[in-house]
């Protein structure tokens, strides 16, 4: 999915091969492996590396990759992909049909410890070689997503032989089918380098290669100070950064030389999300009212230059399925939110003028790690205080934050998560992704469990057409929002600064910036 460069300079020719991209990020993977986390870093630093069966392009059309073809059984419990010939992985391994049984299998082991992969098959119950050209999946119920999911890096090929050893070695090195490797794998604080499949002949959609990559490699760091970022760029030490700060993005456009590519973030949302599940946020009242009193475009535009746009639902309205209908619910309304907050009880009023109710304070706990928020949790906390509700921000470190998010010890915790259409919502509402002790990190951090939801979720998982599919999305997106299950702020965007030299640079369907592509100038 080609971005919007920004720069007025024009194309450089055709492709020129070879030269090493020099790419500064400011976050590392907490896992290398997708197939173990679900972070956004783990993507990017993997997709170079890891082909998927299929490719989903930016309308949602389903495309041949690994896979040449499948067909699907008359009760959509059996899917069975003709594999292509002739693939490889770096390391040796033949890609055959056991090779994406063994992948599959990985992903749903209890000791892969999957944040996302595994919810992602949910569905599945088993897989075979029929050949070793041929491979048949067989799920527990029809799953309409399954093929957008097949098409996601977090279910990307890897080598079976590096799956057959721990877990925790994937996290430093993974070893695929794609237009680059990496022999060192990636080192912590650091970064990654990357080398060229010279075989690499099996490139996805258009436009492509149609071969190996045009880069020799690539030097990936870890920059997590963003003027840093933004200086290194500027000063050309390096050929490209990723997620500047609004203010790093407008030096970009103003120094000469740089173009700046963007692409929306499909998927949700920025957003607060409350705990539905206990404290004051278990009233929908509150939530509302919430939701109402704060205003959320005078926060974003202040803070971010108007470089985000405002959210308009739980989903990006670039996301495949987003419903437009929900826009209309998302409106400041302070008087409302002031009816809400006294018919809910909270009517009193205490020394510092916050509300309170049989004598507690309306107090809210903002569970946070990252110090990206601070400047945006001030904002709101100020627009709470003056509806009369404390929210006090808990910055904590890491292994304190999941902690507490496991045991549901929070009122208020923030997010965005991109993915490629509306099915994201079963990933981030299904009671099934509660995280738990006992289930560990997943990303219904609302902690919303709603019945009606869980059966259109179901419909849309059975869905038999992608009409049907869409419109049991879409009764979800108002169902959530009925209920107020999450407070979305703004749709981000993915952004990679680069040199005017860097030409062919591309996104995936999730954001992602798409390297296998990018070829440098000079």
């Known amino acids: 999915m ?19 991209l020099r790419l500064a990020v400011p976050t590392q993977p907490d896992c290398l492996d997708p197939h173990q986390s679900p972070s956004q870093a783990a993507r990017l630093f993997a997709r170079p590396i890891l082909d998927s069966l ?10 041949p990759w690994l896979a040449t073809s499948w067909q699907t059984s008359q009760d959509g419990l059996t899917y069975t992909f003709k594999l292509r010939d002739g693939v490889g992985f770096t390391d040796g391994t033949p890609f055959d049909a056991a090779a994406v049984v063994a992948n599959l299998d990985h992903v749903v ?13 949910a569905s599945y119950a088993s897989s075979r070689a029929v050949d070793p050209s041929s491979v048949e999946i067989t799920l527990k119920s029809p799953d309409s997503d399954l093929l957008g999911a097949l098409a996601t890096v977090s279910l990307g090929m890897e080598s ?6 721990p877990a925790s070695a994937l996290c430093t090195k993974i070893v695929g089918t794609g237009p680059f490797r990496s022999d060192s794998g990636f080192e912590s604080q650091k970064g990654m380098d990357y080398t060229r499949n010279p075989d690499y002949a099996w490139p996805p959609g258009t436009p492509s290669p149609g071969g190996p990559a045009h880069l020799a490699g690539i030097t990936l760091t870890v920059v997590p100070d963003d003027s840093a970022r933004s200086g290194a760029i500027t000063s050309g030490q390096i050929d490209a950064a990723t997620a500047l700060s609004p203010i790093g993005l407008r030096i970009v456009k103003a120094t000469p030389g740089l173009t700046l590519h963007q692409e929306a973030y499909p998927g949700a949302n920025y957003s607060y999300w409350p705990n539905t599940a206990a404290g ?3 009233d929908p009242a509150v939530r509302q009212a919430f939701r109402e009193g704060i205003d959320w475009p005078t926060v974003v535009s202040g803070l971010y230059f108007g470089l985000y746009p405002v959210a308009k639902g739980p989903l990006s309205t670039t996301t495949p399925g987003y419903d437009s209908s929900v826009a209309a619910a998302y409106v400041v309304n302070i008087a409302d939110a002031n009816r809400l907050l006294d018919q809910a009880g909270w009517t009193g009023r205490d020394a510092q003028g916050y509300r309170t109710k049989n004598g507690s304070r309306l107090r809210l706990r903002h569970l946070w790690s990252s110090p990206s928020i601070q400047d945006l949790a001030v904002q709101i906390q100020a627009q709470a205080k003056a509806l009369g509700v404390d ?5 904590i470190d890491s292994g304190s934050y999941v902690k507490q998010l496991l045991a549901g010890d929070y009122d208020l915790i923030d997010t965005s998560f991109a993915s490629p259409d509306s099915s994201v919502l079963r ?15 997943s990303n219904n951090m609302a902690r919303y469990d709603a019945p009606a939801v869980e059966q259109l979720f179901r419909t849309a998982l059975k869905a038999a057409s ?16 009925k209920d107020a299950a999450v407070f979305p702020i703004y749709s981000p965007l993915s952004s990679i600064a680069t040199r005017t030299a860097v030409q062919g640079v591309t996104f995936d369907l999730d954001g992602t910036p798409d390297l296998s592509t990018a070829w440098l100038a000079s």
């Not at 082991?109 to 098959?121: D, G, I, Q």
């Not at 079976?160 to 050893?165: D, K, Q, V, W």
Request: net charge negative.
């Open 391 to 395: 929210i006090v921000e808990q910055n």
């Open 2 to 20: 080609g971005g919007i460069g920004i720069d007025g300079a024009a194309a450089a020719g055709p492709p020129r091969d070879g030269g090493i």
């Open 54 to 63: 299929v490719h989903q392009d930016s309308q949602g059309a389903i495309h």
């Open 280 to 282: 004051p946020f278990s």
């Open 466 to 481: 992608d009409a049907d599919r869409i419109q049991a999305y879409d009764q979800v997106q108002q169902q959530i929002t």
């Open 109 to 121: 082991l209890p000791t892969t410890k999957s944040m996302l992969a595994a919810s992602l098959l």
């Open 427 to 441: 990933v981030l509402f299904s009671a099934a992704n509660i995280p738990t002790p006992s289930r560990g990190i």
């Open 160 to 165: 079976p032989r590096t799956l057959a050893g």
